[in-house]
């Protein structure tokens, strides 16, 4: 048995990926990096161009914290109401995932959790994707 598994007694709880990875701390820097790459990304800076990095960055934080297991604190508007009105193309959808893998792979999380979070990039793809022409294009 690995230490993140629960024991045959049921007194030590699993730890959650968020647990695992370090917590807030490891989760605020990760949403860091994850924007860095995004806005310097010359394909997805220009979605970001009226947006609130501050409070993006703490929407993303309590995101990324909820799928991750830890505290359910995310009070922002559901992924479809954020995001359909952008017109986001599938193209644009890979390559912030593929953002978001690089920057936890950058960050030494492991195998198992990079796999959880690329189930979910694929869970909630129709949730951001949208079909038409991206506003202002
Ligand atoms: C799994 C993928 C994604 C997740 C989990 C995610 C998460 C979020 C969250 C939590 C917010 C804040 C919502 C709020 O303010 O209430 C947000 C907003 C936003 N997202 Fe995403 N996002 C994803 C993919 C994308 C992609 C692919 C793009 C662009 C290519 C994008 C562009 C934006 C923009 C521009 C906003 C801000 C909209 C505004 O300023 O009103 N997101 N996203």
């Known amino acids: 048995m690995t230490d993140t598994e629960t024991s045959t007694t049921g007194a ?3 730890a959650s990926h968020y647990e695992r990875i370090g917590g807030a701390a490891s ?29 993006q960055r703490r929407h993303m934080v309590l995101m990324l914290t909820t799928v991750l297991g830890g505290p359910n604190n995310y009070a922002g508007r559901s992924l479809p109401e954020a995001h359909k009105p952008l017109h986001i193309p ?32 694929a869970q909630v793809r129709d949730q951001v994707v949208s079909d038409g022409n991206r506003v202002g294009v």
Do not use: N
């Open 90 to 121: 599938d193209e644009h959808y890979d390559k912030v995932g593929a953002h978001l893998v690089g920057t936890l792979t950058e960050l030494g999380v492991p195998a198992d959790i990079l796999g959880a979070v690329q189930d979910i990039l």
């Open 27 to 55: 989760v605020k820097a990760a949403v860091e990096l994850f924007y860095k790459r995004v806005l310097a990304d010359p394909d997805l800076a220009p979605y970001f161009g009226d947006t609130d990095m501050e409070q």
């Open 12 to 14: 030590v709880p699993a």
